[in-house]
């Protein structure tokens, strides 16, 4: 009598996800308890944190140059009113280029953080995010600088010119333009993350119009955040964007909002 062959029943436990699983596979079903994911998240953070610090460390050779070029519209030379300002201003603007220069590698992290989560289709619409994000966040910077920046200084520096003399500090200067500019960057993500969010069926148009009252309340908080000083002119100059970009983003929602779940 011929021996058959032993054959061992499938296993039923999921393997861990390996990297190109986690790129271009289907959702891991693999159980992961509260703490694991806290580990991941960890993981992530502590990779983003070091890209963080060594992007710092490449924009420092070239901070002394992106300050000459920060100063250009005000001018002149900035004051400094204690002995560590400088210190503190020069390292301020180096982060800003830091997080600049980083920011396509931590929202790559994101991306990898929550990927094993999703469908292969779902991952398709954030690898489109993911250069329209960094596309986006630049371009914030540049409409903020080239537009806002100019329009704001402008104005501050003219407002009763005949009662005040303009001299401001390097401390209140650069950091009016490093929070415009860094904030301005990531409100201009706005639309990309609605177009994910639609795309994946969980923000439809339908709630953005009905909720723009509570949407320019937080707008409006944002705004007042994002704004280092506290007249209304630069609020409403951080304002007039974000109410643009939000809706920017309705249009975004009804165009990418799937048709079976409008029906």
Known sequence: MSKQPVTRPPTTTPQRYRAWNTIAGNADETPMSLLDHLNELRKRLFKSLIALVVGV?????????????????????????????????????????????????????????????????????????LPATTSLFLGGVAFAWFI????????????????????????????FLTSLLFWIGVAFEMPVVVFVLSRLGILGPEALRRNWRLAVVIITIISAMITPTVDPFNMLLVIAPLLGLYLISILVAMIAYPRVLRR
């Open 148 to 175: 806002m920046v100019p329009t704001a200084l402008g104005f501050l520096r003219d407002f009763e010119s005949g009662i005040f003399r303009p001299e401001w500090t390097a401390e209140r200067y650069i950091a």
């Open 57 to 129: 460390l490449l924009s420092a050779a070239f901070t002394d140059q992106i300050l000459r070029y920060l100063i250009k519209p005000y001018g002149s030379e900035l004051q400094v009113l204690g002995p560590t300002e400088s210190v503190v201003m020069y390292f301020r603007v180096a982060l800003l280029a830091g997080a600049i220069v980083t920011i396509p590698y931590i929202t790559y992290q994101l991306f990898m953080f929550i990927a094993p989560g999703l469908e292969r289709k779902e991952k398709r619409w954030i690898y489109l995010a």
